[in-house]
């Protein structure tokens, strides 16, 4: 009697040890959130919004927006980073909080190998600019000015050691001038600064050549200029700039570890939500290229950003503020 009381135990702890992988239910089963780690409005916000359209209509679960901007991105991410790994918490942005900021602080709560890298959807290239009563009407106009006068001209970008500032400052050092960085949180004052002239260059995306109705100019470009809708703007590399050819990826994301199911559904959506006219009319109104890219392709993007970035920081000496 006992030995049948044991068998039965045995087999009720067998069935109840089974049961939850039986009433598990599939992936997705409940509200999405994805992560972007700049301002509501942002060219980022904007791309995100466009993707989560494209995913919503593969699923009847409802996929959310949030907003965590600050610290160069490194919030944002971090929140992803801290998220449990279930497929519920996702990450989509530039990624200069993985090929940059690692270089720069010490006090980051994530490492780049702690995360799944889905797919890429996106490359941007950076642009120098200037407002429409700017005196400078080409890079070697900026150069010259910056010889004759060391330090006196402004540039502004979206905050210090951003791939903008990087970008700024990498052509004054191959050209041998010396400029003075002013660093902006909020994108619509560094648009106002360069519309009235206070800021007497700006580096950015190609969509804040739209602001103030298309009448900030566009001096040079990162990368092959292939940008839907963008003015032609003269191609940084053919002017023999050595950091100035990679765009930068955008992409999206997850903690490491997620669920082999939840894995599976995000890598096979990604690419039909890239395909999907609301991420395309959002890429195309804010002058991104869409450029899909899957996880190997994605993660290769990051690691060879890692390579040649860091060692422009270490040339640069540009620290964390």
């Known amino acids: 009697m006992k030995n049948n009381l044991f068998k039965l135990a045995a087999s009720i702890a067998c069935v109840a040890a089974v049961l939850p992988a039986w009433a598990q239910e599939p992936y997705p089963s409940r509200t999405i959130t994805v992560i972007v780690p700049l301002t509501a409005g942002s060219q980022l916000d904007i791309l995100a919004r466009g993707l989560v359209d494209g995913l919503s209509k593969l699923t009847s ?55 799944e890298y889905i797919c890429q959807t996106n490359t941007t290239p950076l642009v120098f600019m200037v407002g429409p009563k700017s005196p400078y009407k080409s890079i070697a106009d900026l150069i010259e000015a910056g010889r004759k006068a060391p330090g006196k001209l402004n540039f502004g970008t979206v905050g210090h ?37 206070t800021l007497d260059f700006t580096v950015s995306v190609p969509n804040t050549l739209n602001a103030g109705g298309g009448v900030i100019k566009g001096l040079g470009i990162t990368g092959d200029g292939k940008v839907p809708n963008l003015p032609p703007v003269p191609l940084l590399r053919d002017m023999g700039y050595k950091y100035s050819a990679p765009p930068s990826v955008i992409g999206f994301y997850a903690p490491k570890g997620l669920p082999s199911d939840a894995l599976g559904w995000l890598r096979n959506a990604c690419p039909r939500a890239v395909e999907s006219p609301g991420f395309v009319g959002n890429s195309v109104k804010t002058l991104t290229a869409v450029a899909y890219g899957d996880s190997a392709a994605y993660t290769g993007e990051i690691q060879r950003g890692n390579r040649e970035i860091g060692e422009l920081i270490r040339k640069l000496n540009i620290t964390a503020q």
């Not at 050209?175 to 002239?197: C, E, Y």
Request: cysteine-free; proline content about 4%.
């Open 161 to 197: 050691a951003t791939s903008f500032h990087l970008l700024a400052e990498s052509i004054s050092m191959e050209a041998g001038v010396k400029w003075n960085h002013i660093p902006f949180r909020v994108v619509g004052d560094m648009v106002s600064q360069t519309l009235n002239g």
């Open 61 to 115: 679960q409802p996929i959310v927006v949030v907003n965590r901007d600050g610290a160069a991105s490194t919030i944002g991410v971090g929140a992803v980073a801290r998220s449990k790994p279930d497929g519920y918490t996702l990450g989509f942005g530039a990624d200069g909080a993985f090929v940059i900021q690692p270089f720069l602080r010490t006090d980051l709560n994530y490492k780049v190998d702690e995360f």
